[in-house]
């Protein structure tokens, strides 16, 4: 402890500056002690200033773990829902044996249910499982709303680069707006309308459908080669692990359409979830999702003619099937915890970030780069997106519930479950 940069209580008995005449006596003495204890209080202020920042460096850290880990645990979801988009293209392109999106969705929901289930039981959680009897038949919609959102994006990553098929999630916020006008008579305003327009208008440019981009078509598109179909659909960098995936552009509209429709259904499950509001725990709600999902891939795959349930070939084959089960579980655990340690606002922000992942996972694995208008398209949705974010009122301070897909960009709007 440095004694010189402490300063004496005041005391009551008498000293020599009391005394009379003490100060023409006592100046030149004072002055000369201050002078002459000058350097050691130097030294022990510099010893006193290196302890305060050393001890002052943790309190700080603890204030910006506090602060940001909200923020930092919606980021690692991105990442793992890059993670997850990544294997599930692999699997459904990337190897002789070729999984539909129905098994990788059976695969997927189906961990997410075991799991959830086990902790709904765990935990004993009121409504476990069925939910409160008057919103069960509400609770059947968002499975169903759910699983064809999901459906949606899955289908679509056979035919679109990672980076298209994630943007085109984001026309959730704009979708679900519409929809509670529609379903729920909540306001649907111009500026709202307006940022749709402006959203759609980037889909096109993300399909480049063959009759606004001519340059784009063939007079006979089965017969595309690998290098035609990577100067339409992406900008080919050349090194990338695996060649870039083939795709004609009528398989690629198709992909768009099926992304679109996903985006619907999720804001549909979203609205849902509003009008369930709280009559029921909002992990029951997940589950049902993840159990309708699991069951009803199982029943088409069983039922359909043309699908079977492919068993992987390599051991390549099982880590990433494996993986998609183990990131969808993190994905959900992670945006639970950080949206309910951050506010809506920055948290929504952030998870714009899942473009990025995207992109770097496309020039890594793949070797491809969108092409411009890939990057415009994606520009207008994501402005588009952060505009109607941005028209929400700062909504009330509460307990977040438990996220899932369908809902993480739509934080900034509510919280409810």
């Not at 804001?267 to 909002?282: C, D, L, M």
């Amino acid at each position: 402890m440095s004694y010189g940069t402490v300063k004496p209580q005041a005391s009551n008995k008498p000293n020599a500056s009391n005394k009379p005449n003490a100060s023409n006596s006592d100046g030149p003495l004072l002055q000369g002690a201050s002078d002459a204890s000058s350097v050691p209080a130097s030294a022990h202020d510099q010893s006193c200033d290196h302890e305060s920042v050393s001890v002052g460096v943790w309190p700080r850290l603890k204030a910006f773990y506090a602060k940001n880990i909200g923020l930092f645990f919606v980021f690692l979801a991105q990442m793992f829902a890059s993670i997850m988009s990544m294997t599930t293209r692999l699997l459904e392109t990337g190897f002789e044996t070729k999984f539909h999106a129905l098994q990788i969705i059976f695969v997927r929901m189906f961990t997410t249910a075991v799991i959830g289930s086990l902790y709904l039981w765990y935990k004993q959680v009121p409504g476990f499982p069925l939910g409160q009897r008057a919103v069960r038949g509400l609770l059947v919609i968002r499975g169903i709303a759910g699983t064809t959102g999901l459906f949606g994006l899955y289908y679509s990553l056979s035919y679109l680069e990672i980076s298209d098929a994630t943007v085109i999630t984001f026309l959730v916020p704009t979708l679900t707006a519409f929809v509670c006008w529609v379903a729920l008579n909540e306001p649907f305003t111009i500026k709202e309308a307006f940022a749709g327009l402006i959203a759609f208008v980037g889909v096109l440019f993300i399909a480049r459908p063959a009759f606004l981009f001519p340059s784009h078509d063939a007079s006979n598109p089965s017969s595309l080669s690998l290098s035609s179909a990577q100067s339409t659909l992406s900008i080919d960098t050349r090194g990338g692990i695996l060649p870039p995936v083939e795709a004609t552009p009528t398989e690629r509209s198709i992909a768009v359409a099926c992304a679109i429709m996903g985006s619907f259904a999720a804001a549909s499950a979203y609205a849902t979830i509003r009008v369930i509001g709280k009559r029921t725990h909002s992990l029951v709600s997940v589950n049902y999702f993840a159990v309708f999902a699991s069951v009803s891939s199982f029943a088409i795959i069983m039922v359909h003619p043309n699908l079977h349930f492919e068993i992987p070939q390599t051991p390549v084959q099982w880590v990433l099937l494996l993986s998609i089960g183990i990131s969808g579980f993190l994905l959900q655990v992670l945006l639970t915890e950080g949206l309910q340690r951050e506010k809506a606002g920055r948290a929504t922000n952030l998870i714009y970030s899942q473009m990025v992942f995207a992109l770097i996972i496309e020039r890594v694995v793949w070797g491809t780069t969108p092409p411009l208008t890939s990057f415009l398209g994606s520009a207008l949705i994501i402005g588009a997106a952060v505009w109607v974010s941005l028209q929400k009122k700062a909504p009330v301070e509460q307990s977040k519930p438990a996220a899932d897909e369908e809902r993480r960009l739509l934080s900034s709007d509510t919280v409810e479950s």
